[in-house]
């Protein structure tokens, strides 16, 4: 699917939501519990998720892949988990800035 | 994008925390998501199509914004300090709002025939009722609209986005990173920018927010020794005066000190890190058109700059940072063409926290998306921004472009000297004369005859100003921003202000 910054999606096997933070141009095989991720407030009706991708996704983490062109931070929780195709995404490290107001 | 997905995100993540208030009895996530939505039951039950917040900052406010954010209307929070026609002016530009007064509402207020409730109700009212389910938040509306302060012109309203604050959120800060006893101690008014941030990235943190009304420096002192504040932002002024309190200073809970919002001078920083040689300071420039910070000036890099041999390294400590990620700046020359390093021009600034709109105007952004700050400044080889005075400060002397920073920055080298403003005043043969206020540092004698050689030995005869007055305070805004065109109708009136 085409994704945008700012794109909100839902995985269609459980609770996981996400929004988009980052996204590389053209079609991405972006994939939560194995399956497509779909549109938000759809979510979570269809299917199980795939035993290889049910290892969590954590609110408020950002995943990135490996060439850090995608980026998606997960804003509810649930026991399936992202990847880029059959690819895990994996979480990024945390932000080193101090707070400023 | 919305505000209310970083609502729903703490509400979900850490629900049983407390983000507001006093840790007994605080309002938690969860708490703060129940009174949001019990809040915009509120709007939506007066048919409002804005909610004005005219009032000082406190619990109160943070519910008003989610609440107007979850009722898909946008916070207009309003200096409630302002004039009558002043205020007469902006209320009317929001005629279908709900405002949210001090206790026994606000006479402009009644005389427009606004609804209105004071904030004690409206944090009683959104306490008790049993909110109805969230609807889906319009994002077109703007989540925010906040005057700027107009120290050059009318005030104009700045329209921020649900994606804008978002943006800058997502970009600049790390969720759930605040340990569970952190918290901040916000003293900005509730209209400026600060304040809105801090209300947005706090909760986005899971950082309890603790609010001082008004500002008073041993006020300030004390609460952060009482609530166990961690964080504070501050502007210049409120440094200043905190470091001249009377008594014992010692914060020893305190770990982070932000302070922005107009020039700081060098020597206040040098003694906030000598009082406090634990605190982490953070310098943080930014303008309500950009969604609050777009640079960073980190507690490493005051240390780097106190610390070295390297005069140029040590300057970093007048500079307001680098970019955050996401922000790009640029600095154009007059005809619009980016400068190098080192080369003064106006700051420009492009990112999505950028929202440069304004009510009644638009964007006010060039064909790629660039934004002009109207600030100037430079960038040095590494990025850092140095900030050098608003252009439309610029004193025209016989000719010559004078920037009135520059000479201010070496009036503060006195030691006897506190705060201090140059100006230029209408002169006949030159165009304009340059003059300074300075206002002497407490319990010291200024002579200004002294103050002036001292100028003389280090700026050249025409950039040394002609006369010196001292003044026992100078004009500001509650934020810190000078008002020049104050201090120049102070000495066209052949007087020193009042204190």
Known sequence: MELRPGLALDSAVDQVSVIVTKAPAGDVDLRCGGKPLVPKGTGGASGEADAAHAMGTLIGKRYVDETGALEVLCTKPGGSSLSLGDAPLTVASAKALPSSD | MHLTMLLDMAADGFGDRVVLGPTKPGITGEGLRRRSLSGADIVRSHDADAVVYLAVNGAAFPIALFAAACAGVPLVPLNYRLGREQLAGMLRRHPGALVLTEDGGHPVVDELGMPSMSTAEWLSATGLRTPEPAATPDDAVPAVVIYTSGTTSEPKGVLLRHANLVSYVLGSVEYASAAETDAALVSVPPYHIAAVANAITSLYAGRRVVTLEQFDASQWIETVRREQITNALVVPTMLARILDAPGDLSVPTLRSLAYGGAPMPARVVRKALETWPQLDLVNAYGLTETSSTITVLTPEDHRTAVASEDPFARLRLGSVGRALPGVEIEIRDELGQPVPAGFRGRIHVRGDQVSAEYAGIGRLVDDDGWFDTRDEGFLDEEGYLFI????????????????????????????????????????????QRLVAAVVPRAGEELDVEDVRSFARGILRGSKTPEEIVAWSELPRTETGKLLRREVVRGFEAGAPLPA
Do not use: K, Q
């Open chain 2, 388 to 431: 050098g005075g608003r252009t439309d400060d610029t004193i025209i002397r016989g000719g010559e472009n004078i920037a009135p920073a520059e000479i201010e920055t070496v009036l503060l080298r006195h030691p006897d000297v506190a705060d201090v403003a140059v100006v230029g005043v209408p002169d006949e043969e030159w165009g």
